[in-house]
């Protein structure tokens, strides 16, 4: 297909399943963090797994933060942040410290109420579409998908959230601000359902 998919390598974990994902889906991804590669590219990933002001140091230290952001805003490409890739386009992480994200969509990254379950986050659970969206194409809502995390995404304007799932407390499991998106769960381990939101993203215009 002559979509380049640019996955960003920014030294987080869990990048060998979403790479492996976007080839069973018929796409040749591009791993990297070239800035070259970053400008050919007509959709970018932003895959990870690990820590908030890991994540933003990684791309401080590739020079890649304004770079980014530049790309993003002239181009008006679908980007898709997973995890703490979903996480690091708010404003501010709160995870260890206060820590500047992207900015791409206003809100804060807080920690997960403690109780009445244990954190981390870890398995499957349901997420629940709260407004309608090219994203869920062929998706039936209520639909389980795989989650790792203990801090969630707290949206400034409540207009950013497609979906939402609860765990000690309701959280955004979705968000999307123009073409950028964010999933809070893995797609890359979500069996079915998630090959084909990784899918209805790939095939974004």
């Known amino acids: 297909m002559s979509d380049k998919i640019l996955v960003l390598d920014y030294k987080t974990g869990n990048v060998d399943s979403v790479v492996k994902s976007v080839k069973l889906l018929g ?11 970053i400008n050919e590219a007509s959709k970018i990933i932003m895959p990870g797994q690990g820590a908030y002001n890991y994540a933003m140091d990684q791309l401080i230290k590739l020079d ?14 679908p980007v898709l ?30 920690p997960l109420k403690k109780h009445p379950n244990k954190l981390p986050h870890l398995g499957w659970n349901s997420v629940k579409f709260t407004k309608e969206d090219k994203i869920f194409t062929d998706l039936k809502n ?12 707290d949206c400034e304007n409540k207009d950013n959230i497609l979906a939402t799932t609860a765990y000690n407390n309701l959280f955004p499991s979705i ?31």
């Open 27 to 37: 796409y040749t991804p591009i791993f990297s963090f070239e800035k070259k590669k």
């Open 64 to 77: 890649l933060v304004e770079f980014l952001k530049n790309k993003i805003h002239s181009e008006n490409i």
């Open 81 to 110: 942040g997973v995890c703490v890739g979903m996480q690091i386009l708010s404003s501010v992480g709160l995870e260890f410290k206060e820590t500047k994200g992207l900015d791409l969509i206003p809100g804060t990254v807080k």
């Open 142 to 153: 209520n639909k389980d998908f795989y989650f790792i995390h203990g801090f969630y995404f």
């Open 175 to 205: 968000i999307k601000s123009e073409k950028i998106y964010g999933f809070q769960f893995h797609p890359e381990k979500s069996l079915k359902n998630g090959i084909k939101i990784l899918e209805n993203f790939l095939k974004l215009r």
